[in-house]
């Protein structure tokens, strides 16, 4: 069973990974030039993961494939702001719902004890991730690489889009909640003596 070291620098990670996840999420451009490009937001995933590592024990294998899954959606996002990723490179993105998937099943098990609504939330973003980002996800990567020719206008494409905002949502909810102020334990209140 993993083990949280520090409630309070995990709130500062989940900051770092709701930066990040908006970077990458919200382009802001001026005509072609990204103003935060992003690979800027694949490096504070790789940053906050590497971090991970210390604040968790007992999850050796699970942190390690974060970080290899950081690293790959680090790199797809540098090749993104290069050129369109076409061919077998077009599934390296798949890498970042499969780590928001990986990274929501341990976040759940580690607040399991500590703050069972937290981690209820995060099980519901590993579960929508799951049915809803990686699947949904996989079937347009699919359907792009066997049609290059569909525009962002066409319903199935707006279909896929919306449906993909519900992880996404939650996934932000989640990260929203853990970077706030821990949830302080219930401990018992000292008895007075009588004297």
Do not use: K
Not at 50 to 72: C, E, K, N, P, Y
Not at 82 to 105: F, H, M, N, T
């Amino acid at each position: 069973m993993p083990e949280l070291t520090s409630r309070t620098e995990l709130a500062g990670l989940a900051r770092v990974l709701l930066i990040a996840t908006l970077i990458i999420v919200v382009d802001v451009r001026v005509p072609i030039f990204d103003i935060v490009p992003d690979a800027v937001g694949g490096a504070l995933v790789l940053y906050a993961m590497l971090r991970l590592r210390s604040v968790v024990r007992g999850a050796d294998g699970t942190l390690r494939v974060l970080v290899v899954l950081a690293v790959i959606a680090a790199a797809a996002a540098v090749l993104e702001t290069l050129a369109p990723l076409i061919g077998p490179l077009a599934l390296l993105p798949l890498s970042q719902p499969l780590g928001a998937y990986v990274l929501a099943g341990l976040m759940a098990r580690l607040l399991a004890e500590r703050e069972l609504d937290l981690a209820g939330r995060w099980r519901m973003a590993e579960r929508l991730i799951l049915w809803l980002g990686v699947v949904v996800a996989m079937v347009g990567v699919l359907v792009t690489l066997a049609a290059v020719n569909i525009q962002i206008e066409t319903p199935f494409v707006l279909l896929l889009v919306v449906i993909l905002a519900i992880p996404l949502g939650a996934l932000l909810v989640a990260l929203w909640r853990t970077a706030g102020a821990p949830v302080p334990q219930d401990q018992p209140t000292p008895v007075q003596d009588a004297a």
